[in-house]
Every structure is written in C-alpha cells, then in structure tokens.
C-alpha cells in the first residue's frame, strides 16, 4: 500500500484526472468494488433453505445471515465520513476491500450459524464504506466534464446488483453450494485492490486526528440496529402486536432523537448531519430515498409473486427482471452526457415519472400474463432508471461544498440503503394483509362455487382435489389483486419523488463538486 500512503504533505491539493487505459481499469476496479458489496446485500436471500440445511437450523433462524449483513452494512456506510478523513480515502478504501474479502472467505468456511453470523457482521461493517468512497473516487479519476461518465457506472452498478443478487445466489446454492456465494468474492476484491493500490495512490486525502464521537457512534449502532432488526423481523412477530416490535421500536426512536441531539451539537460528530442545511442536499436526498424505496419494493414484490403465485421457477424470474438493466446500462452516457446542459432537476423528474408510468403498466398484469407482458415493464423501466439515480445523485453532490462530499456522499448511501430496507418491509407486509383483504372479499362475492366444484368433480377429481382448486384459485387472484395495488401505490410514491426533486434549487453547475 506504498502508494495509497503517501505522506500528507506531499498530497497534492488537485491531482490530475486519469486518461486512456488507466482510467478505464480504475473505473473499472472501483465500480466492480460497488457492485459485489451491493450484491452482497441479497445474494444471500434466495439461499437461505441451503444455508440453514447446510448448517441444521430452521429457516427462520437462517434470515439472521441477511439482517446481520443488512445492519452492520447500514450503521458503516454513514460513518465513511469520519473514517476518511481520520485514516484518509484510498488508505480506507484499501483497509475495506482486503476486510470485505477476507471475511467472505471467513464467511465460506463457516460451519456454525453463531460464526457465520460473526463474520456476516464483519463483511457488512468491512464493506460499507466501499459504496460512498468509491463513487468519490469515480468522480475523482474522470475529468470534470466526463465526472457525469463515473457517476453514471456507479449509479448502474449500485442498482443493477441488488437484482442479479437473487439470481446469482440461486445458480450458486442450487448447481455448486452454498459456501460460493461468498468464496465468488474473492478474485473480484483482488481486482479491485490491485486496481486501486497501484493506481490511485495521488488520490489520497490528508488525514486529520479527530477524535472519536463514541457516544455519537453508540447511539448509531443502537438506533440502525433495533430498527433494521425490527424491519427484519416485524412480519414473523405480527408486527406491532408483539412485545419483542414494541420494544425496537422504542429503542429506536429514542436512541435516534439522541443520536441527531448529539451529533448536531457535538465539534466533531461521526456523522456531519449539518450538511442537511443545503437545500439541495435534503429535498434530493428525500427524493432519492423515496424513489429507491418503490423502485426496491418493486424489485422484491415482482420475483416474489411470479414464484409464489404465477408458477414462475427462479432461472425464468430472472430472465424476466434481468431486462432491467439492458437499457439502463446503454441509457447512462446519455443521462450522463446531459448533466450540465440542461436542468438537472427536468431530466430527474423525467425519469421518475416514467418510472410511475411503468409501475402503473405493471397493473395491468393478471395470474395468466405472458412473458413479454412481464418483461415490457423491465425493459422500459431500465429507460428511466439512469436519468432518476445519475441525476439525482450529480444533484445531491452538486449542492454541498466539495470538503463535505464524502460526508454528504456515505449519507445519502446510508438513507438510500435504509429506504431500500423500509420499502421492502412495508410493500411485503401490506401485501399479505392486502391479499387477507382481497381473498375475504372474494370468497363472499363467489358465484356458484358449488356448480364450479361440481363441474371439477365430475371431471375426476375428489371432493377435496376440488375444493383445494377453488381454494388456489381464489388465492391466485387475491395475491394478484394485491401485488397490483402495491404497484399502483409505488407509482404515487414515484409521483411524489418527482415533486420534491422541485424543492432543490437549480445547482448553479452539475459539477458533482463544489458550486458555491
């Protein structure tokens, strides 16, 4: 790490941009670094019956090894700040990736669920702060007028992993086993270590000795904690019925109240909320998070109902959600080329709204829709995507001082992160009760049920074939009704987004630096 530990005098104040061959392989490295800790974060979801046979616990106990990655994961990202600026960006940058991957591997040679838990803990606090240090450092390497181009393969890979998480984790657990959902990490974190150690070592930033905020960070771990744990566990304890919620939920806010007590009047706070004060900051951050949260709803619900309700297996789900990310991939320069140009805050709200449009085109499905019915959406959405997150990421950095951009860069990750948690527990929660709701008002309004058991019997089935087909099918058309409902919900979210992307005010330059 010779050249990631440059002494602080002989740091330039503003390095060169990288060019040609160098720069494609650092961006390359530090965009592949964004993506595995991203998909990290649900590369594990489709694994868990593997992972708790493999280790003889139940299911339920097997989901610990995604909370325990989800909460340590959301409490590091917002303490990149602090982190950077004590040990400097591409020395911490270095210090993440080598953890991240030396506990995946901790992770893949587990054979106890306390363990693995253990070192699930330890990936999530080691990987955290790869996903707002290496969109700063993408921003860094390019030349300010191409900084769009960086900004938009960050913004890519942070919204294309979640969705191939599933997919890959699937693959993995059912043709290799389980431990290679971790073990896969390892080349990829010797790529982008070497990639930035050998060159990105002129990037680094002075390092100022400020004290650790321990009570700031106590307050962090115990508000993020209880409310992640209460995300992750509400649905299996009837939510606000159980005492175990309850409690959470108080912990949590009252640990919150503190942590923002504490942290906007202590001198040197582990998380800068003050950059909160920037307009820009605040109404495109609450935009981000509102975004995502529908748009990461979706992304759960839709796999979710093809496998539960349409009969879907998980190779054919991901050939359909796969699309998302075709036009997404070919649309950012485009986004990114009209940063600058035009006001930023047009082409976000562009995008947010076709994003609504195409929640709304996903309401037209039914339990019998075919498969080019189901990817059109996917396929159209991905138009979108790369003007909602390239722009309003460009718009967020664009309204705070460059000093603050790390700080403002891991909080808006840690929001983001944290919406994507809120958006999903909500929309699978909603849809249970909503499919409770529509199968109690189907059953009443059936009409000649017993014509209809009549007709399966008299085609050969028994009594209780026919009745368990009336009852599926009722059940099909609930959930579907349901799923639909949350669709048309998300859209309004999306609607909402739009809006406040308008309270922001117009950068005076999409420079994703300083513009004051």
């Not at 009570?215 to 019925?241: C, K, N, P, Y």
């Not at 979706?298 to 075709?326: F, H, N, S």
């Not at 035009?342 to 996903?362: E, H, K, P, Q």
Request: hydrophobic share 55%; aromatic share 10%.
């Amino acid at each position: 790490m010779a050249s990631a530990a440059a002494p602080s005098g002989s740091i330039p104040a503003e390095p060169q941009p990288l060019t040609g061959v160098r720069l494609i392989v650092a961006a390359f490295a530090l965009a592949l670094a964004n993506f595995v800790v991203v998909l990290d974060t649900t590369i594990a979801n489709v694994s868990v019956p593997h992972i708790a046979g493999g280790l003889a616990v139940s299911p339920t106990q097997g989901t610990w090894v995604i909370t325990s990655y989800a909460v340590a994961d959301a409490i590091a990202v917002p303490l990149t700040g602090w982190l950077a600026m004590r040990f400097g960006t591409v020395r911490w940058f270095m210090i993440s990736i080598i953890g991240f991957g030396i506990f995946s591997f901790m992770c893949g040679i587990s054979r106890t669920l306390d363990a693995l838990i253990l070192f699930r803990v330890l990936q999530g606090l080691s990987g955290g702060p790869l996903m707002p240090l290496s969109q700063i450092l993408l921003l860094r390497i390019f030349p300010k007028e191409k900084a769009g181009i960086g900004l938009a393969i960050w913004a890519m890979t942070t919204t294309t992993a979640p969705i191939l998480g599933p997919i890959l984790g699937g693959q993995i657990s059912d043709n290799w086993s389980w431990p290679w959902i971790f073990f896969i990490n390892l080349p990829v974190v010797a790529i982008c270590a070497f990639g930035v150690w050998s060159l990105l070592g002129q990037y680094e930033t002075k390092q100022v000795k400020a004290r650790i905020d321990t009570i700031g960070l106590i307050l962090l771990v115990l508000s993020v904690g209880a409310f992640q744990i209460m995300l992750d566990t509400g649905r299996e304890h009837d939510w606000f019925g159980s005492a175990w919620i309850v409690m959470l939920a108080v912990i949590a806010a009252i640990s919150f109240a503190a942590f923002v007590i504490w942290e906007l009047t202590d001198a040197n706070p582990i998380v800068d909320l003050r950059v909160f004060r920037f307009r820009g900051f605040t109404f495109g951050t609450i935009a981000l998070s509102m975004g995502f949260g529908a748009f990461f709803a979706q992304v759960v619900l839709t796999p979710l109902w093809l496998q539960q309700v349409a009969g879907y297996t998980a190779t054919e789900t991901g050939y359909v959600v796969a699309w998302l990310g075709c036009f997404a991939v070919l649309l950012s320069p485009v986004a990114a080329g009209l940063l600058g140009k035009i006001d930023v805050r047009v082409t976000v709200s562009a995008g947010i709204l076709w994003m609504a449009a195409m929640s709304i085109l996903r309401a037209s499905w039914n339990a019998d829709v075919d498969y080019w019915t189901l990817a059109l959406p996917h396929v159209l959405q991905g138009m979108g995507m790369p003007f909602f997150f390239v722009g309003l990421t460009a718009l967020v950095l664009s309204s705070v001082p460059a000093k603050d951009q790390t700080s403002a860069a891991g909080l808006m990750s840690f929001l983001r992160t944290l919406s994507g948690a809120i958006g999903t527990a909500v929309a699978t929660t909603a849809w249970d009760d909503a499919s409770r709701t529509s199968r109690s008002e189907l059953v009443s309004s059936l009409n000649d049920s017993g014509g209809f058991m009549a007709t399966l019997e008299n085609a050969g089935m028994t009594l209780e074939q026919a009745r368990a087909a009336l009852d599926r099918l009722v059940e099909v058309q609930a959930s579907t009704l349901a799923v639909l409902h949350i669709f048309l919900a998300a859209a309004v979210v999306f609607v909402v987004a739009a809006i406040a992307v308008w309270i922001a005010p117009k950068p005076k330059q999409v420079s994703m630096g300083a513009s004051h």
